[in-house]
């Protein structure tokens, strides 16, 4: 009995060049990743792709290929950003995919599904990043829970600066409990800012790569963009601004429930957290978990939940979640 799968082959034909050598790369690198990715062969002929192997694989190579080139064709202006994660994040789209609407749908990005910063567009890259990206639309309070790599921080601080640049909001506050030092931050070396800024890095780091370096410093001192501790939000009502409370696993019960009533007129809020991460001292509750039940069935406030399809990080990432998660239910 011969048990050796099938090939098939399909052709593709695109009708531009120039953004077919784009599409391509240099010295085609593209098609010979995106061959080794999903275990295709890919010939280019002129303007026609020739794709080999078997049919689940050659239909999301089709469907990989046209949708990019159907973006680039849209979004001239942001060619010079384009790189073969662009590929990786179609196929994650795809997998996540009903199995009856791969072979021919494209995945149109709307207007919704981009959040427009000083430096650049910012889309969802998976499935469970675009649900993330309807929720921060659409509810005022949203919980975004996942594992690292799976851009809870990172789109929210998007979405807020979209919020800012369109002036739909005066402020945004970015915010986290210091709980390696145990909030009590007197002991390290500096001034304030220096004293807390190690623990507020990633949010740093997701502002310059949306913001301008020089803007970014203007709007910190302009109190349009604030980072603080949470321990600083005790006794504030946040009003017309777009609060991020990040890695809320680490936050108390009081913690949450100080944040959560903050909430003022013309705001919204995000809290982001990864509950196999918690890092509070043996028997304490994370104020995160605690708040997953209580809230769970508000209808106002939203939880999501990424999880390791959703990593955007190098694919060797999402392997070691999975394999610590296998440890821990064992």
């Known amino acids: 009995m011969n048990n050796k799968i099938k090939k098939e082959e399909i052709s593709l034909e695109l009708p531009n060049n120039s953004l077919i050598a784009v599409l391509v790369g240099h010295h085609s690198v593209n098609l010979t990743k995106l061959e080794n990715l999903i275990d295709v062969n890919i010939n280019l002929f002129g303007n026609q792709f020739n794709i080999s192997g078997n049919k689940e694989n050659i239909n999301k190579a089709k469907l990989i290929l046209s949708n990019i080139y159907h973006k680039l064709s849209l979004e001239k202006s942001e060619i010079s950003d384009?790189?073969?994660?662009?590929?990786?994040?179609?196929?994650?789209?795809?997998?996540?995919?009903?199995?009856?609407?791969?072979?021919?749908?494209?995945?149109?990005?709307n207007e919704d599904l981009k959040f427009k910063t000083w430096k650049k567009t910012i889309i969802p890259k998976s499935i469970g990043q675009k649900r993330y990206f309807e929720a921060l639309n659409n509810f005022e309070l949203v919980f975004g829970l996942g594992p690292a790599g799976t851009g809870k921080s990172y789109l929210a601080v998007a979405k807020g600066i979209h919020m800012l640049k369109k002036g739909l909001i005066e402020k945004i506050i970015l915010t986290r409990p210091a709980v390696e030092a145990g909030e009590r931050l007197g002991f390290l070396p500096g001034d304030m800012k220096e004293k807390i800024d190690p623990y507020l890095r990633p949010i740093y780091d997701a502002l310059y790569e949306m913001i301008p370096a020089d803007r970014v410093e203007k709007k910190i001192q302009s109190g349009e963009i604030e980072i603080a501790p949470l321990a600083f939000m005790r006794g504030r009502t946040f009003t017309n601004a777009f609060v991020i409370?990040?890695?809320?696993?680490?936050?108390?019960?009081?913690?949450?429930?100080?944040?959560?009533?903050?909430?003022?007129?013309?705001?919204?809020?995000?809290?982001?957290?990864?509950?196999?991460?918690?890092?509070?001292?043996?028997?304490?509750?994370?104020?995160?978990?605690?708040?997953?039940?209580?809230?769970?069935?508000?209808?106002?406030?939203?939880?999501?939940?990424?999880d390791t399809n959703d990593v955007i990080r190098h694919p060797i990432v999402a392997k070691i979640i999975k394999a610590y998660d296998s440890i821990n239910k064992q």
């Open 82 to 109: 384009f790189n073969f994660s662009d590929f990786e994040t179609e196929l994650r789209m795809i997998n996540g995919m009903p199995s009856n609407a791969k072979s021919n749908k494209k995945i149109d990005q």
């Open 245 to 306: 409370v990040d890695e809320a696993q680490n936050t108390t019960p009081v913690q949450m429930k100080m944040v959560l009533t903050r909430i003022g007129e013309g705001s919204r809020m995000v809290i982001n957290g990864d509950l196999s991460q918690v890092d509070l001292p043996n028997g304490q509750t994370s104020g995160l978990k605690e708040s997953k039940k209580i809230l769970s069935k508000i209808r106002d406030i939203k939880i999501t939940f990424l």
